[in-house]
Nanobody
Framework: QVQLVESGGGLVQAGDSLRLSCAAS????????MGWFRQAPGKEREFVSR????????DYADSVKGRFTIARDNAKNTVYLQMNSLKPEDTAVYYC???????????WGQGTQVTVSS
C-alpha cells in the first residue's frame, strides 16, 4: 500500500504562485507514474498533470500548460506541482495520485485546497 499526503495549498491572489508537495510512504514510488488532479466545487475531478517514473516525460492539461510544472524527487519519495500565474479558475481541491502501471491511478491522497482570489 502507498499512502499519499498532499501539502502546500492555501489562499492566494491571482497571479501568485504555490508549490504543492505529495509525500509518499509505505513503499517507494520510484517506479510509478504520478499525477495531479483537481476538483472544483460542483465539478467533476479533472486531470492536471502527469509525470513518468524517471521524470523524463510529463503531460499537462491545456488549461495549465505553460503555468504549472510537475517534478519528482525519487530519493525523497515526493512529487511536486509548481503553480505559477494562478487564476481564480484554478481554485479546487488538488489530489495527488500514483499509477502502478497503465493509465489507471491506484492510490490517491486526501487532497489540499487551493483558493485563488481575483
Amino acid at each position: 500500500q502507498v499512502q499519499l499526503v498532499e501539502s502546500g495549498g492555501g489562499l492566494v491572489q491571482a497571479g501568485d504562485s504555490l508549490r504543492l508537495s505529495c509525500a509518499a510512504s509505505g513503499r517507494t514510488i520510484s517506479s510509478y507514474s504520478m499525477g495531479w488532479f483537481r476538483q472544483a466545487p460542483g465539478k467533476e475531478r479533472e486531470f492536471v498533470s502527469r509525470i513518468n517514473w524517471s521524470g523524463g516525460s510529463t503531460d499537462y492539461a491545456d488549461s495549465v500548460k505553460g503555468r504549472f510544472t510537475i517534478a519528482r524527487d525519487n530519493a525523497k519519495n515526493t512529487v511536486y506541482l509548481q503553480m505559477n500565474s494562478l487564476k481564480p479558475e484554478d481554485t479546487a481541491v488538488y489530489y495527488c495520485a500514483a499509477s502502478i502501471m497503465g493509465s489507471k491511478f491506484h492510490y490517491w491522497g486526501q487532497g489540499t485546497q487551493v483558493t485563488v482570489s481575483s
